[in-house]
Every structure is written in C-alpha cells, then in structure tokens.
C-alpha cells in the first residue's frame, strides 16, 4: 500500500466515524474505535471509548451531522495523525445548533485496519 492510499483510507474512516455519529451507531462507531480509545471534547471532558459511544449514540448529544474539511494526514509506519476543521450539527434542548471547530485524531494500523486511538477537537470557533 502507498502512503497515499494509507491517507485516504485514513480520511474514508474519519469520513466513516463522523456517518456513524449522525446516525447514532453504537455497533458502527464501536468497529472504528481501537480498545484504548480516549476523546477530550471542547470543554476538557475526556472519555473512554465505552464513555464516547455511549455519550454520542444514547441521546446525551443528538448528532445531525458532522463534516470533516481540510483534512491533512501525516503518515509514520502504522500511525496517522490527522488535523482538520469540523462542521458539526447537533439538537440542544430540542433545537438544531450548528459549530465549527478544528480535530486532531490519531489513527493507527491494527490488523489491516485503521482504527482511532485518540482524538481532541476545539476550541469553537462558531
């Protein structure tokens, strides 16, 4: 595999992981997320990944979209880092609130597949 087509693979799993928020897919968000999983949200918060399926897929945040833009993804062996900007829709109290703010994710290479083993976003920037 090149290292160009490891980046895409990494950005479709992004891509994959941001679907599964929208649509509240335990089992989906689950396959993508390594075992050790950690998330820091925009306000410090850090989650396991038990923690970060469960927050984002039982109505704590009710997921409308999320989409990735400017992604760039640096490559070392089996680890990616990807940095990039996110557009995220969520329902607050009912009502639909749309924010943007950049992502780090790290991904790593675990039997033929990428699975996500860190991630941090924010600041908001909107």
């Not at 984002?56 to 490559?75: D, F, H, K, M, P």
């Amino acid at each position: 595999m090149t290292v160009v087509d490891a980046v895409w693979e990494v950005i479709e799993r992004a891509e994959a992981r941001a679907t599964a928020l929208a649509n509240a897919d335990a089992g989906q968000l689950g396959r993508l997320l390594h075992e050790d999983f950690r998330w820091t949200t925009h306000i410090g918060q850090t989650f396991n990944r038990e923690e970060y399926i469960r927050r984002n897929t039982e109505g704590q945040t009710v997921w409308r979209s999320q989409e990735l833009s400017g992604a760039n993804v640096a490559i070392v062996a089996d680890t990616a880092v990807l940095v990039g900007e996110v557009t995220d829709v969520v329902l607050r109290v009912g009502s639909p609130e749309t924010f943007r703010m950049p992502i780090t994710q790290v991904w790593v290479r675990q039997d033929d597949e990428w699975k996500c083993l860190a991630g941090h976003a924010g600041p908001r920037l909107t």
